[in-house]
């Protein structure tokens, strides 16, 4: 059996950590809705212009613009304490995570996401 290629981001499952841009969300204390969108704007290093709503993230998170590594790790710190404390807020945030990767994934980039 050939081994995948590791760079190729047609490989999602087995897309080579060294070429991912890792992001870190901290959302440990996040208990509102808008520390939700400020934990992802901190983490995300997302644009001056991002307007700190859902329809804002969805939309830095797939522009081309803010999208510039050949692909995404992000690691949601404090998922658990957050989704306990917002809620469908916090259903949302994935919600939209997961539209972000199922978009990167149609164009050949990589967009991983992880709770812990």
Known sequence: MAKPNLTD??????????RMHVCVVDLT??????????????????PAHFGGNWDALSDCLLDEAWATAPGYLIVVKGAR?????CGEDFATLQE????AAAGWKEEGKAFSVFLG
């Open 9 to 18: 981001p047609k490989n999602n499952d087995v897309y080579s950590l060294d």
């Open 29 to 46: 204390a996040a208990k509102t809705k808008k520390a939700l969108l400020d934990g992802c704007a901190k983490g995300l290093q997302l």
């Open 81 to 85: 304490e957050a989704a306990k404390a």
């Open 96 to 99: 939209i995570l997961e539209e």
